[in-house]
């Protein structure tokens, strides 16, 4: 017995001289798209904005002194505000309203190029941003999903040329960088890190050898034999504030005797002097100094955030008693403090300096996000890299790194004699 056809009805998409367009089911984003899609994203443009969820953030201990509240904030105010650069911070926002990262974004003018960088980048070791702690492989703030999220955020930022983001680490606090998978161009610069021990005299010992400890030793005798011979720390105390000017004189006057730039400008003294404050408590800055009498002999500048003390600069007096290694001695008298306070890290920053070597454990290389966003910023692009392989290679050989000095220190010589005609 046959089963009885029903007659089929053509529609129109059916008919002949129609092509057939089947009705295809709706298919669900794939869960990666799904996850970068709930994070919100806000641009702003001030710290201020963001103060609650950025110091939310560095509890988490996912980022440097340099990314910390108080450290931008008052280079916005007293620098940033200043200059030709737009705040750009980026903030990211889950579903529940959780801030899950904070990238301190500025956007500079260099020449005719508008250029995204780091807020802070001329006074900071290291670039980067604070994140949530949890970075699972599902996570947005993975390495392995933060590019797309990274191209979301540029979405929202206009008008730029170029990226050029310096001085980042491939391991950043609390594991591995989001924004590892970011990284294009190897820094000229490295930072010189040393784990600290519980004990300075085993730690000095395993450091240095017997011959350099006793020639110190000599050296801290005479030392100690000038009237007044004072070693305080200072952190967040208004006091601490004149120190800034002595500071600032004695590096700008061992950089000029070597024909460099001096760092210490009228509004980076403004900055640190923010920071400093009135006496008020939590103060990321920290001032060791050697003192004899009124004349500061050697001071170790630098800032504590978590279980690290960031070290920014030295400075020393000029004169005789330069002989007797003050610097050197205010350091030691400096590592000693950071034990005995329970600071597990010292992080010398970028900068060949022998005494770094002499004291570190490792070295952490840096690395640059160079990237173009539009034909005028691929000229960028193509210089700043070329630029930056210059200097990397100057400064990994011997030869071409004594020679840069010796014409900079020689140019100095020259500049001093002419000023003197």
Not at 60 to 82: E, K, V
Not at 275 to 303: E, M, N
Request: with cysteine; aromatic share 8%; glycine share 8%.
């Amino acid at each position: 017995m046959q089963a009885k056809k029903t007659p089929m009805t053509l529609t129109r998409d059916m008919e002949p001289g129609h092509a057939h367009r089947p009705v295809m089911p709706r298919i669900a984003a794939p869960p990666r798209r799904r996850r970068l899609d709930a994070v919100r994203i806000e641009i702003h443009d001030t710290p201020s904005a963001l103060r609650s969820d950025w110091l939310r953030l560095e509890q988490a201990g996912t980022a440097t002194l340099y990314q910390s509240y108080a450290w931008l904030d008052a280079y916005w105010r007293n620098i940033g505000l200043n200059k030709a650069i737009r705040c750009t911070i980026a903030a990211g926002y889950s579903q529940t309203g959780e801030c899950l990262f904070i990238l301190p974004l500025a956007v500079r003018r260099a020449g005719p190029f508008n250029v995204l960088c780091w807020l802070g980048e001329e006074v900071s070791a290291y670039g980067g941003g604070l994140f949530a702690s949890t970075r699972s492989q599902s996570s947005p703030l993975s390495p392995r999903l933060f590019p797309a999220l990274w191209r979301k955020i540029l979405a929202q930022i206009p008008d730029i040329d170029a990226i050029h983001l310096r001085n980042m680490a491939h391991d950043w606090p609390g594991g591995l960088s989001p924004m590892a998978g970011l990284l294009t161009t190897a820094s000229p610069n490295s930072t010189y890190v040393v784990a600290l021990g519980d004990d300075f005299e085993s730690f000095y010992a395993a450091k240095r050898g017997p011959r350099t400890r006793a020639r110190s030793r000599r050296k801290d005798i005479r030392l100690q034999a000038m009237e007044g011979l004072k070693f305080e720390r200072m952190d967040g105390q208004a006091r601490a504030r004149p120190l800034l000017t002595i500071m600032a004189a004695q590096k700008n006057a061992s950089l000029a005797r070597i024909g460099a730039r001096p760092v210490f400008t009228n509004e980076i003294v403004g900055f640190l002097d923010d920071l400093v404050g009135d006496g008020r408590p939590g103060s990321p800055l920290v001032i060791h100094v050697l003192s004899a009498g009124d004349q500061v002999l050697a001071t170790v500048l630098g800032g504590v955030h978590g279980d690290t003390f960031h070290g920014i600069t030295m400075t020393m007096a000029d004169g005789e008693v330069r002989r007797l290694s003050p610097g050197d001695h205010v350091l030691r008298r400096c590592i000693n403090d950071c034990m005995e306070r329970g600071l597990k890290v010292l992080d010398f920053g970028p900068g060949a300096a022998e005494y770094k070597r002499h004291w570190c454990d490792r070295t952490v290389a840096l690395f640059d996000v160079l990237q173009a966003c539009s034909l005028k910023g691929e000229l960028y692009r193509v210089y700043g890299r070329l630029l930056l392989g210059a200097k990397k290679t100057v400064k990994n050989s011997p030869f071409l790194w004594a020679a840069f000095w010796r014409m900079r220190k020689m140019s100095a010589l020259l500049r001093r004699r002419k000023d003197t005609l």
